[in-house]
């Protein structure tokens, strides 16, 4: 479990804050993560990788010559904000394009995407390869929605020396995907880590019993079995890594590099024991054993656990692995001629707050106040939200809409009182959500909040039917950010109904109390829905049923939130 | 806790051989541990250093150019034999000499101080300088009984990095323990690491509360606290370690290395929040913080601890921390020109078996007979010995007796059967069980056993007065080792009295089996005055008196050891 930290609400940002101190000479932290704090003497394409917070060595721990160009730091297994990866990318840049590279997670690909489509607006080339490396979380067929795992590091590696050795970002980018495409992992887990603050663990294994392939912010595996010997898990690693042998690869005299990769709480002199048969079973199946790799690369904080990933090498490949690298975590062979760049004061941009019709102020005013209460709720309902998404998910749904909701919150009362209008504070309020709430979650509210602003304006009345539209304008804005559509067990589940209902009364000439309250039913339905199946869900896996679907709690906050608004908007009637 | 192995009697061989295999790079194996596998363009002085398994990094990953040269690697938590030591150092010279480093514990004192003797012995150039970095292991009057705990790196980096720069035996010797002089470190621990097939953890520390200064083998701290927020942490490290600050040192100014270690299973991003703030209180203490380290140097399986470490430089120290290194596990800037040494087929040492009278060859067979109903009765009683042990000490008796006994069994069975007489026998025995059982009690017991053959012999009768005789040889055997006497609750209380009854009772003309069981009494009753001491102990401990000595196991294992082998007499009768 973790035991040291202060107030855990600050634990990511004082540990980015301990690991820039210590790591000066890799380093210099910007807004949302770290830089490199030296540069060579040609610019070269920029590697930027990046994700939540509490797998280190990924990522900041990858940050120097030879290897990433800089990192964004999310909070504690979040998503970094758009905003962030853009700032870190924007800092990162050295005029010759950027590459993004991350682990395949919903909140990542949501938040990178966004940040390379404000960087390719600005001008900037801009390119992504997404980790995949984990064999267990989809099947062979399906490639692409596999999660990242320790093949983070094989790919930001050989992205890093492509950049280092001059290429350009066609050639990055071609030789990242090729890494990848040739990059397999398969992890299991004896237990898992307990979160600074958290009550209990992430995940348990019973005692005995091994979980194979479950990932590492504790995504449901494939199959549990009782701990093996070490023997039996190196068996059980080569057996299934050599069942999926990438494409076009002649397994006879195949090179290959392993990396066994420690999730935290298995130590090294265990994955020791395990690598000398993962080691005996490679070359007796034929294959050449290339400098491999033993310890920890992409860790769970104190998660007990294990991973095995083989990258198999070609002529391109191979060099650029062995390529010599310097970073706080990992480094290899002889890093020269770097020179130091002078650390940048990190300007946070202005708000310019503009002119603003007295509707637009009261209606700002209003949502200043509701946005204070959906921080209060938020904050009393965060265990349970946690809980539900547990079940499911990686249960950061409680503590996501917490941070998030409690940043908006603040940013609207900073703003509000300097006249803004109603576009301008949910415009701060939707950016603070996204950069603090992190994940999922916090992409969807912050992204809802600016679409709600938009529609409001900073100049025009804001009236019933103009909210009404906001509404519509916020389930626009979810519609369009993922693939799920209603009765997919989501918050598209809650918000489809509300903002129609409230759209169709509304349009009949309802009030806004009274369509709202209406409205409000809708969402309650649809939260009980996934409230029920969550428990269904939880029976059934307790019992070891896999064929009920993974609801995510979004309904159910979306509900909460519904309601308090409405507590709100009765208080303003 | 430690889950993945497979014969917990061969976890550290077989972690040692994954080791090598994974570290080609950098080591190659010898017997009993490994030495560099790249040798630079001139010979310099060569670093040996070592100790017990469980601590990795320390001590094998810390091998290669700018570090060390070798790594002697014991059994769990248990010294290197003499024979081991020998052997890596043997292998690792370069013809200038060998410098000797390791943390300062009696296992450890006595095996490498062996090894040195018998360096010296061959016209080698050996010396030592043992690392004593722990403040809360003796006061500030002590340092030399000080235990060595994360200080290791420093004194190793240092004597390699002299070494590196050609500086000959003196003065690298004279840096080392100028390095040692100026590095003090502090520990802390929440729970215990669990050895691979042991049922119980090494130690455990109440729910919520922190052992302040516990020993990296579970040595009992000096305090225990509640656990304090990340900054309460780090304001108990940094006060601590400034009330210590090396003579002649001026705080205002001063240049310090911290290094904050983890011992386990507290995880880099809980390292990073401690170390935001000892950096800040470094820095307000009028300190100018030189490339700092977080990470894990010197570990204790998965125990949940963390140490802090202040290396006080000064300007023939800097150099020599900054200087460039490259070892599997710490590496720094560039280090080039490096040639690659061919694996070298290890070769045991052929036993050479001369000839042997009858008399001597019958009593071998005895002695054989002995040996193996010892192991057996090791064997049953090495949970308990191992409960006993923990109480005062590092818990590894049990273990050691068991390996080492079991060890020496084997070996006298092998020449037993191809005629050796009583010494060349025992020899062996002794060597084995010295290689095998490790720590304090393999040292005494393999020069214990080696000292009665030399009394035995090969070539004459083995009457009742020689063996006596030779039970005094054993008696002086473990005399000399240490500054123990009788009353100091160890082996001595229960040998001394053994070995002078039986000597008085066959010198007045007694038979050997009743003179042993004379003798016998005498060792019981001190292995029960012992025993109840420990559980004194025990009770006392736990309600927090510290007022009791600490007694070790040996006095126990002796008298079960006499009552095993009088059985075999009588059967011999």
Not at 110 to 116: D, K, N, R, S
Not at 275 to 280: C, I, L, S, T
Not at 302 to 328: K, R, Y
Request: contains cysteine; proline residues 3%.
């Amino acid at each position: 479990m973790t035991r040291l930290f202060n107030d855990p609400d600050d634990f990511a940002a004082e540990s980015a804050a301990g690991f820039a101190a210590a790591s000066a000479r890799w380093v210099r932290p910007v807004n949302g993560g770290v830089v490199r704090s030296t540069r060579g003497a040609e610019p070269t394409v920029s590697v930027v990788i990046g994700g939540g917070s509490g797998h280190y060595p990924a990522f900041a721990g990858l940050v120097g010559p030879g290897l990433a160009h800089g990192a964004a730091m999310g909070n504690l297994f979040a998503s970094p904000s758009a905003h962030q990866v853009h700032t870190v990318a924007t800092a990162a840049h050295e005029g010759r394009g950027v590459l993004l590279s991350y682990g395949n997670y919903a909140g990542d690909v949501l938040h990178f995407t966004q940040a390379q489509e404000r960087m390719r607006a600005s001008g900037i080339d801009c390119r992504t390869v997404v980790v995949t490396d984990d064999i267990s979380s989809a099947p062979a067929g399906e490639h692409e929605k596999r999660r990242g795992i320790a093949g983070d590091l094989v790919v930001f590696k050989v992205a890093g020396a492509a950049a280092e050795a001059g290429l350009d970002l066609d050639d990055v980018e071609r030789l990242a995907a090729l890494s990848n495409s040739r990059t397999r992992s398969l992890g299991v887990a004896f237990g898992g880590c307990t979160l600074p603050g958290a009550d209990e663990p992430l995940f348990t294994v019973p005692e005995g019993r091994m979980a194979v392939g479950l990932g590492i912010h504790g995504e449901p595996g494939i199959d549990e079995i009782d701990v093996p010997t070490a023997a039996g898990l190196a068996e059980l690693f080569v057996t299934s890594l050599l069942a999926e042998i990438p494409d076009g690869i002649d397994q006879e005299g195949a090179r290959v590099v392993p990396i066994l990769n420690g999730l935290g709480s298995v130590k090294y002199e265990e994955l020791y024991v395990v690598y000398a048969e993962v080691d005996r079973l490679l070359a007796e199946a034929g294959l050449v054993v290339v400098s491999p790799e033993v310890g920890e690369f992409c860790t769970s904080f104190d998660m007990a656990g294990v991973s095995l990933t083989l990258l198999w090498l070609d002529d391109e490949l191979e060099p650029l692995w062995h390529a010599s690298c310097d970073t706080a975590a990992f480094r290899r062979g002889a890093v020269e001629g770097r020179i130091a760049v002078d650390a940048v004061e990190v300007v946070e941009e202005e708000v310019v707050i503009g002119p603003a019709s007295d509707s637009s102020q009261r209606a700002a005013a209003v949502i200043d106040r509701a946005l204070s209460a959906m921080a209060a709720m938020l904050d009393a309902e965060a265990d349970e939200l946690g809980r539900i998404d547990r079940i499911a998910g990686d249960g950061d749904h409680g503590i996501g809409m917490q941070r998030g909701s409690c940043a908006a919150s603040a940013a609207a009362s900073g703003v509000v009182a300097d006249g803004a209008g109603a576009r301008t504070t949910l415009q701060q309020a939707g950016d603070a959500w996204a950069d603090k709430g992190g994940g999922t979650s916090g992409a969807i509210w912050g992204e809802m909040l600016v679409a709600l602003g938009a529609t409001l304006g900073d100049d025009d009345d804001v009236d019933t039917a103009r909210v009404a539209a906001g509404i519509t304008a916020m389930k626009d804005a979810v519609m369009s950010f993922g693939k799920a559509t209603v009765g997919d067990k989501t918050m598209i589940d809650a918000i489809v109904p509300f903002a129609d209902r409230l759209a169709e009364l509304v349009d009949a000439g309802a009030e806004l109390v009274d369509a709202w309250t209406d409205a409000a039913g809708t969402a309650d339905a649809a939260a009980k829905a996934t409230s029920d199946l969550t428990a269904k869900l939880g029976r059934a896996r307790a019992h070891g049923d896999k064929s009920i679907g993974t609801p995510d709690p979004g309904a159910v906050s979306f509900a909460l939130i519904a309601r308090t608004v409405l507590d709100t908007l009765k208080g303003n009637d």
